[in-house]
C-alpha cells in the first residue's frame, strides 16, 4: 500500500504513515482552520489501510506534538480509536507519545489519552 504524507506547516503536522517502512508519525502542531478538512485524507487512508491489516502487523504511533487546539484534541481521539481497530484486527500497536521536558500540558493530555483508549502508550520526556 502506497504511503501517506503531509509535510507540516505552522498549523498543521507532518503525517507520516508508511507501512512498508513501518513508521506512523504525527510530529508539529495541530490547529488547522478546519480539522476535519484536513484530517479526513488521513482518516480515508488509514480505512483503507484497516482493510490489510492482521496479525503481522506491529505498528508503533510516534506522536510529538508541540501544540494542538481543542478542536483538533476531539480529531485525535478519532484518530486513536482507528488504531485501536488495528488491534481488534489483531495487530500490535502501541503509542510512542513524546513531549518536551517540562511541558506538562503535553505529558497531561498523553496521560489523559491513554485512559481513553485501549492501546498501550509509552511516555518519552525530551
Known sequence: MKSYFIERTDDTPRLNFDP???????VG??????????YQPAFDW??????????KYNIRLEVRFDYF????????????????????????????????KGD?????AGQEYSELVEIPFEFKVN
Not at 72 to 85: A, N
Not at 104 to 108: H, L, N, T
Request: proline fraction near 3%; glycine fraction near 2%; hydrophobic fraction near 40%.
Open 104 to 108: 506538562d500540558d503535553m505529558q497531561e
Open 46 to 55: 488509514l480505512n483503507k489501510f484497516a482493510e490489510m491489516v492482521n496479525e
Open 69 to 100: 487546539n481543542t478542536a483538533s484534541s476531539k480529531i485525535f481521539l478519532d484518530l486513536l480509536d482507528e488504531f485501536q481497530k488495528f488491534i481488534e484486527s489483531g495487530a500490535t500497536v502501541v503509542v510512542e507519545w513524546h513531549s518536551r
Open 20 to 26: 512498508k517502512a513501518n513508521i506512523f508519525q504525527i
Open 29 to 38: 502542531k495541530s490547529m488547522p482552520d478546519n480539522p476535519v478538512k484536513f
